[in-house]
């Protein structure tokens, strides 16, 4: 049986560091030096802006933060300074000899970086054909409520007095192609079940997801990447910059009608939308 491999190519703010918490600290999958490498964004563009942010997943803090049993890697300076297919590869293959054939300590590998939406299509076709010859690869595709999303990104850029304002700045005058509401046809695409398989790739929502009443979408999670039930343990850290508490029903309905599209497109493309988001 081939190793597991996932990889959660985004939504960028839907949900996807809440997941690496719970698939993490469940000891479901082992993610290397973090839960975004961009190691496929320096093989395919040579120009990446992330470039220091990738050097600093190999950084010697991030080798003890997330090696905590001291375990090294036998080859570490050629994953770094040669970015091809097959270190990649061999970088997963290593972690997972070690941490689940040998001390059967998880049961997978994991890459979650936001990034990758921005390869092509014939990137990820490229890359598709060469690593499903080594891994099995499950790939989650995680959508959130439009206005959390946008909500989570003002929390993340501006300090909590702004958020609210800055929320209706975006909503008023920079929301044509802006970027923490949309989801580009392209990218479902690209990680989606066309290239994937259906068998091989899913979409999650992040309400359903992390609804503590109602544990049905973690167990199908589970199923999906056949690895044993964990239920998700919610926490404050877990749900920060959810809407409910600091926007009123006003201040909602007129989200709603400034991104109507996005709801639109969503439905459309999955022909479901939460029953949270209503």
């Not at 809440?18 to 120009?47: A, C, M, T, W």
């Not at 890459?111 to 690869?137: A, G, M």
């Not at 946008?150 to 802006?178: A, G, P, R």
Request: hydrophobic fraction near 30%.
């Amino acid at each position: 049986m081939k190793p597991l491999l996932v990889i959660c190519p985004g939504l960028a703010k839907s949900g996807t560091t809440s997941l690496y918490i719970h698939l993490r600290d469940s000891k479901i999958l082992h993610f290397g030096h973090g839960k975004e490498h961009y190691y496929l964004n320096v093989i395919y563009q040579n120009n990446y802006s992330g470039e220091e942010q990738f050097k600093n997943n190999f950084h010697e803090y991030n080798i003890r933060r997330f090696f905590k049993d001291d375990y090294q890697f036998k080859s570490f300076e050629d994953y770094y300074n040669k970015r091809t297919l097959e270190n990649y590869k061999n970088y997963f293959l290593e972690i997972h000899d070690y941490y689940v054939n040998q001390t059967n300590q998880f049961y997978g590998v994991a890459d979650f970086s936001q990034n990758y939406e921005t390869l092509t299509l014939e990137n990820v076709v490229e890359f598709r054909d060469y690593i499903i010859k080594h891994f099995n690869v499950k790939i989650i595709l995680m959508i959130r409520d439009p206005i959390r999303r946008l909500y989570s990104y003002c929390n993340m850029v501006v300090e909590q007095k702004d958020v609210k304002k800055h929320f209706y700045h975006i909503l008023t005058d920079k929301l044509e192609n802006f970027y923490y509401t949309k989801i580009n046809s392209s990218f479902i695409k690209k990680w989606g079940s066309d290239v994937w398989g259906e068998n091989n790739s899913k979409i999650f929502f992040y309400e359903d997801l992390f609804d503590c009443s109602n544990t049905k979408n973690c167990k199908i999670l589970h199923e999906f990447l056949n690895v044993p039930y964990f239920s998700i343990n919610v926490n404050n850290n877990v749900l920060k910059a959810t809407y409910f508490n600091q926007l009123t029903e006003d201040d909602i309905k007129f989200a709603k009608s400034k991104l109507k599209d996005e709801y639109t497109y969503i439905h459309k493309m999955t022909n479901y939308l939460p029953s949270k988001w209503e």
